[in-house]
């Protein structure tokens, strides 16, 4: 393919921003046309990274798009923002990548679905752990049927909390967590904050995924609330199957950071199935698959992803070039089911009950 495709990134509120202009950056067929946000300081390191001249960057998203007309924006608001931005950028007739969650509610991840349908256009939600070779590899072996049929997944996900590290995983002190943390998105609710929001998309999604799209029957989920803030940092999260039982937890508090060091519980997946099971974790370099044929279980070494398939912004311009559907997580299908499962989950949590799933 011939196509160069012209990137913007819109909204520095997520640190993965950084991250995503960095795979733009390195792709052969992308050149990073703008960036943009209403705070300049928020751009300077991504502006220094990837050579983005000062013409190129901007603090209006209506002048960004209308002066570089990309072909695709990669948005990183806050979640409570994702269906606004998506509808304010929508009409200019661009591809979005949503970096994760899908939205702060159901009812915003359909406004953001209606937004882009009408356009013709599409829209994917980024899920970093999709990227994860240790996932990828259980989920082979799962659709190999290496351990039956799945009738549980649990999950345990996070970090020392989100104020600790930026973009390309540069580590924060803590004492300049401490003087953030009071003014952060992250920690309002009326932004959408929270480890639930932050991480159970995680579990819920690529759960769903390991399920192969079953939806569950109901959620009970429950919450801890930390003295002086407003949203959590702790979730745990049981999804009733007819299948079975499912749990998913998020922590925001860590006592490492599975990138460095693996925590324990260790942040991943275990998937258990009618004749085995599968152990996932982040960043390992192996699965333990466990089956009749040997129950004492082995290490089996984790694929390596190959280009396209091996980073969001490959993968999507590729689905671009070929007619390719987006599958998986990053589909509006599978993400559209973790938010429903996100939304549930958050409902019981502030009744205190179980809830049926909501449609």
């Known amino acids: 393919m011939n196509t160069l495709w012209k990137i913007a990134g819109i909204n520095f509120d997520h640190m993965h921003m950084g991250d995503l202009l960095r795979m733009a950056f390195n792709h052969p067929r992308a050149e990073i046309v703008a960036i943009c946000d209403e705070r300049h300081e928020r751009m300077q390191a991504a502006a220094a990274n990837f050579n ?3 013409e190129r960057q901007f603090t209006d998203y209506r002048e960004c798009l209308e002066s570089t007309q990309p072909d695709l924006v990669i948005l990183c608001p806050a979640t409570s923002q994702h269906a606004e931005y998506v509808e304010k950028v929508a009409p200019f007739g661009v591809h979005i990548l949503m970096e994760k969650p899908m939205a702060a509610s159901l009812a915003e991840a359909d406004r953001m679905i209606r937004a882009v349908a009408a356009t013709g256009k599409t829209l994917v939600i980024n899920w970093p752990l999709f990227w994860s070779a240790s996932h990828r590899t259980a989920k082979r072996l799962v ?20 104020l600790f590290h930026t973009a390309d995983k540069i580590e924060v002190s803590a004492e300049e967590v401490a ?3 009071p003014e952060s998105w992250w920690y309002k609710r009326s932004s959408g904050g929270g480890s ?3 991480y159970l998309g995680y579990g819920a999604t690529l759960g769903s995924w390991f399920h192969d799209n079953k939806a569950p029957i109901e959620i009970t989920t429950t919450v801890d609330q930390p003295a002086g803030l ?9 999804a009733r199957y007819d299948c079975g039982l499912s749990k998913m937890e998020t922590r925001w508090g860590t006592f490492s950071d599975p990138w460095t060091n693996q925590t324990q519980p260790k942040c991943g997946f275990a998937i258990v199935g009618t004749a085995g099971t599968i152990g996932s974790y982040d960043y390992e370099p192996t699965v333990r698959l466990q089956t009749k044929a040997n129950p004492a279980g082995e290490d089996i070494p984790i694929d390596v992803l190959q280009p396209p398939f091996d980073n ?3 993968y999507f311009l590729h689905c671009l070039e070929t007619g390719e559907a987006v599958t998986g997580p990053l589909s509006l299908a599978t993400s559209r089911l ?9 409902i019981s949590a502030r009744e205190k009950r179980t809830v049926p799933l909501i449609a």
């Open 52 to 54: 983005i001249a000062a």
């Open 143 to 162: 659709d190999e049927g290496r351990i039956g049929q799945v009738i549980e997944v649990h999950y345990y996900g996070g970090n020392r909390g989100p």
């Open 179 to 181: 003087r953030q943390k």
């Open 196 to 198: 639930l929001l932050d």
């Open 230 to 238: 407003e949203v959590d940092e702790h979730s745990v999260t049981i």
């Open 312 to 314: 969001v912004v490959n």
């Open 338 to 346: 973790g938010q429903r499962i996100v939304d549930t989950a958050a």
